[in-house]
């Protein structure tokens, strides 16, 4: 679409909106109706580490919103020649699970707690142990349940509980629901209802601990809405806090807020059965949408659901860039030291790109890249660490392709129970992130690491906020096609896209690398497998 027609779009207000808080960035994308990106503005923040709670405050949210808006709304102005005062519809996603509980008074209770935080165990034992459903430390019941279990008076004054993406979008249309997917990371859905489990609720609710108090489970939760639906609208209140200028009319239409798993597969286009897509950033995941049940529970995949209610399996872990990201810093600090001026990316890429004369097994090389707990390998708190033995081989090339292997060390340890024990098979797997922002390093590196093809798209790098963007279109559409056959049809009927294979010596090298990683693990990480590994 050429300038002119995009600039008459925008004035006639057929443009979407998509809004994505992330772990390092608050990101709005504005779309026409080809899909293409109008214009784009972000906000970097960073999540702090506040009396044992890893949190954001929620001041900064609306800073970092108003920021990415505002910097879209002079772009537009600046590119197109046009003001933007309306906007056809409008998506919020973001970083999913977490826990932000308000009272009648629509107060918070306490400061946002978010996936990043593993202090929640008793509590997702006990209800996985419950509902025989895993419940993982991340979601908001466990969450709840924890701080219930822990007596922490603000329980009793809890009237909504809710996540990032549907605070945002409550305090933009007044209305308090969550897309499925993002409301999947809250409480478990039945795939028939497309609601939360009605029989799960009961037990809940029948816990004495529970029972005691006034409020009622399912009063308390935000409604459920599949993607395709309406939301609400974009309230008055709602469009000064997006532009505090007043610029912006109310009344643009609300897509179902998602998380950012949602998004990913929307951006991916990985919303089909044996279709699946990994997202690489602070944290990593893996999303497969399944075409039959698992064969069993497993405390290390997640069941949650596609923006539409199919069930996914989920590989979620809370570590994978901060500690390269760490490193790199080291070094742009050692650039810096010596008078060498180097662009971010072009150090990016020199790291990246020095891995290709590393060995295989990155020269017996360790590292463990936790700045937070990881739930998978069964550590509580944040210990980055990088360890070697006399014979090593301490070089540049190894050094980095250890941290590149580490990144992915986590997610391929869950993935292998997908892989190896439930035998998931999928037609496509595709990956986006940062980390493949380098072409083919990261990529194949983490084809090497699963031992499975992996794609780019053309369209991965738009990222969350694009996908929910396209959402926001979607919802305008009423649900008259299915969401699969809408991205296929509608979004990426012309994508373009590059697949790598496994490469046996890479496969080989990293095998080689996972034993030493795992042997320095506690024991009880390597539950269920040979210890005697320990020894190799």
Known sequence: MNLRETATQIENGQASLGIELGSTRIKAVLINTDYETISSGSYTWENQFKDGIWTYPLDQVWEGIQAAYSKIKADVQSKYHVSLTKISSIGVSAMMHGYLPFDKNDQLLVPFRTWRNNITEESADKLTALFDFNIPQRWSIAHLYQAILNDEPHVKDVDFITTLAGYVHWKLSGEKVLGVGDASGVFPIDDQTLSYRQD???????????????????????????????????????????????????????????????????????????????????????????????????????????????????????????????????????????????????????????????????????NYSYLSGENITKIQNGRPLFVRTSNSKMNLANFFLTQLYAAFAPLKIGMDILLNEEHVQTDVMIAQGGLFGTPVIGQQILSNALNIPITIMNTASEGGPWGMAVLAKYAETGAKESLADFLDEEVFNDPESMTLMPEPAGVKGYESFIKRYQTGLPVEALAGKDISERDE
């Open 200 to 366: 799960f609720l009961d037990k809940f609710s029948a816990l004495p601990e529970v029972a005691k108090f006034p409020w009622k489970i399912d009063e308390i939760l935000p409604t459920a809405i599949i993607a395709g639906h309406g939301a609400g609208k974009l309230t008055d209140e709602g469009a000064k806090l997006l532009d505090p200028s007043g610029t912006l009319s109310a009344g643009s239409l609300m897509a179902p807020p998602e998380g950012d798993a949602g998004t990913g597969m929307v951006g991916t286009n990985s919303v089909r059965k044996r279709t699946g897509n990994i997202s690489v950033g602070t944290s990593a995941f893996s999303m497969n949408v399944l075409d039959k049940p698992l064969k069993k529970l497993h405390r290390d995949i997640d069941i949650v659901t596609t923006p539409t209610g199919e069930p996914v399996a989920m590989v979620h872990v809370n570590n994978c860039s901060s500690d390269i990201n760490a490193w790199v810093g080291l070094f742009r600090d050692f650039a810096d030291a010596i008078g060498a001026k180097i662009d971010t990316n072009t150090l990016y890429e020199t790291l990246f790109d020095s891995t290709v004369h590393s060995d295989p097994d990155a020269g017996g090389l360790i």
